[in-house]
């Protein structure tokens, strides 16, 4: 569905997410965590980046994501989706690239009704890089018109 995808800048930063400039990202710009913070190994973090959002169409829906990560040591957040399970997502390690929260490398699937949401992300490793986040509905009615 057209619209629902963010530049990750506009979400709220909390503590000490901040906003990087790279020739790579959407518009240039993308968050982190300074690699010289500290990590946060476990839930619940103060680092975080979270938006309100709102979904014109119930359905089932994946989170992809443009991300970047200079190293193993440095590729993982926590999401989350309005109060729901917190997953762990390590990210491919390399330059700007697409790809889609998973949870132990399985694509998270979460079913959410029409109206507003909070998407939530947490510094678990320091440097990771969110360029923007997108909602792809995978079930529901609009996308099972477009398969149809």
Not at 59 to 74: E, K, M, P
């Amino acid at each position: 569905m057209p619209g629902l995808e963010w530049e990750a800048e506009t979400f709220t930063l909390w503590d000490v997410f901040q906003i990087g400039t790279h020739a790579e990202a959407s518009g240039g710009q993308y968050i982190y965590v300074d690699e010289n913070e500290p990590d946060c190994r476990e839930m619940p973090c103060a680092e975080k980046a979270s938006k309100w959002v709102f979904v014109p169409q119930a359905g089932t829906y994946r989170l992809q994501c443009r991300v970047a990560a200079s190293g193993s040591n440095r590729n993982s957040f926590w999401v989350q989706v309005d109060a729901g399970p917190i997953w762990l997502w390590d990210t491919v390690v390399g330059i700007f690239h697409t790809e889609y929260v998973s949870d132990v490398y399985t694509p998270v699937e979460i079913w959410l009704g029409m109206g507003s949401h909070n998407l939530a992300f947490y510094a678990r490793e320091t440097g990771a890089m969110l360029d923007w986040v997108r909602l792809e509905q995978v079930s529901g009615s609009a996308a099972q018109m477009e398969t149809e």
